[in-house]
Nanobody
Framework: QVQLQESGPGLVKPSQTLFLACTVSGASGPTAFYYCAWIRQPPGKGLEWMGVISYTGSTYYSPSHKSRISIFKDTSKNQFTLQQRSVTPEDTAVYYC?????????????WGQGTQVTVSS
């Protein structure tokens, strides 16, 4: 059974860089990181696709996030990480990592439980 677990700071100050890690368990080999995505849900809003990294290492970012995020992976640790630069209070959200077969929320099969990130001074 594939499981994902997010980790990172719950509180970040404006203009800082946010790092969130997702640890994948229950999967091994190159395809353990088939398509690994970061998705967020701001308060009172729907799920928002941010970007994905494939098992080949290719990344795909949504146009609205492309300028401020990077996703990279460390297969030795079974982790992939979201880097979000110059955060603002509008980046306050529950952040989810997920794994699936494509480039959209609907294609994600496995999800982490989500981690709350608040951007505030």
């Amino acid at each position: 059974q594939v499981q994902l677990q997010e980790s990172g700071p719950g509180l970040v100050k404006p203009s800082q860089t946010l790092f969130l890690a997702c640890t994948v368990s229950g999967a091994s080999g190159p395809t353990a990181f088939y398509y690994c995505a970061w998705i967020r849900q701001p308060p009172g809003k729907g799920l928002e696709w941010m970007g994905v990294i494939s098992y080949t290492g290719s990344t795909y970012y949504s146009p609205s996030h492309k300028s401020r995020i990077s996703i990279f992976k460390d297969t030795s640790k079974n982790q992939f990480t979201l880097q979000q630069r110059s955060v603002t209070p509008e980046d306050t959200a529950v952040y989810y990592c997920a794994r699936g077969g494509g480039l959209s929320v609907a294609t994600m099969d496995y999800w982490g439980q989500g981690t709350q990130v608040t951007v505030s001074s």
